[in-house]
């Protein structure tokens, strides 16, 4: 499975656009980008995930490097209580029951 | 509303005391799996379920046990705590797996419970 590296922080101001990014360099032709993030201790929480091309959502938007290597969410307009930590996470589309592996993820901080 | 629900979401026990915590899902899934979470070293899958009566090790399935005896619930067990098995636990639950559909539907998200905070002494 493809490793991925976050960086472990972020700040971000309130109203502005957070922009998570995420390597992911020896991702494979099959792997999906799936996003969860995590707010406080609660049970993390989907946000997205995508192939080969940009997705959006009602929560956030996923870029995609042509070459697959990175990616980056998007929160567009970042509230207080998007502060989470993020996880991205790289997993191979046979749907082995044991394939989504978090790592350490991106603590993202929105500051007023 | 749709949720998995573990219980007990607090609990403090001494070693050797087996204990019990349960999950239930009300959303038809096939697929359920246990996590714990410890400070540095995120989220490593204990058990998983793809169907009922199938069940298998994640990562870290030493010290645990599992049944699926029903499609709704997962229980984990604990057969005797160490402290060393103090964590926060977390159950999830997804219709087939834990991808989402290859068309982006949603319909398989990974759903997660709300934790449960085990101190074993």
């Known amino acids: 499975d493809a490793k991925t590296t976050q960086p472990p922080s972020m700040d971000c101001a309130e109203g502005r656009a957070a922009n998570l990014p995420c390597n992911h360099s020896?991702?494979?032709?099959?792997?999906?980008v799936y996003w969860y993030r995590q707010i406080h201790s609660q049970g993390p929480q989907y946000i997205i995930h995508?192939?080969?091309n940009n997705e959006t959502n009602e929560m956030a938007s996923l870029i995609i490097t042509e070459d697959r290597k990175s990616s980056t969410l998007i929160l567009p307009h970042a509230t207080l209580r998007d502060t989470a930590v993020y996880y991205c996470i790289v997993s191979p589309d046979n749907n082995a029951g044991n394939m989504l592996t978090f790592g350490g993820g991106t603590r993202l901080m929105v500051k007023p | 509303e749709a949720q998995v629900t573990q219980n007990p979401r607090y609990l403090i026990t001494v070693t050797g005391k087996k204990l019990t915590v349960t999950c239930s899902q009300n959303?038809?899934?096939?697929?359920m799996s246990w996590y714990r979470q410890d400070p540095g070293l995120g989220l490593r899958q204990i058990y998983y379920s793809m169907n009922v009566e199938v069940t298998d090790k994640g990562d870290v399935p030493e010290g645990y046990k599992v049944s699926r005896k029903e499609k709704r619930n997962f229980p984990l067990i604990l057969e005797s705590p160490s402290p060393n098995q103090t964590s926060l636990y977390f159950c999830a639950s997804s219709f087939n797996g834990p991808l989402v559909g290859e068309w982006g539907s949603g319909a398989n998200v990974l759903t997660f419970g709300a934790g449960s905070r085990l101190t074993v002494l």
């Open positions: 959303m038809n899934h096939e697929y």
């Open positions: 995508g192939l080969k």
């Open positions: 020896t991702i494979s032709g099959n792997e999906y």
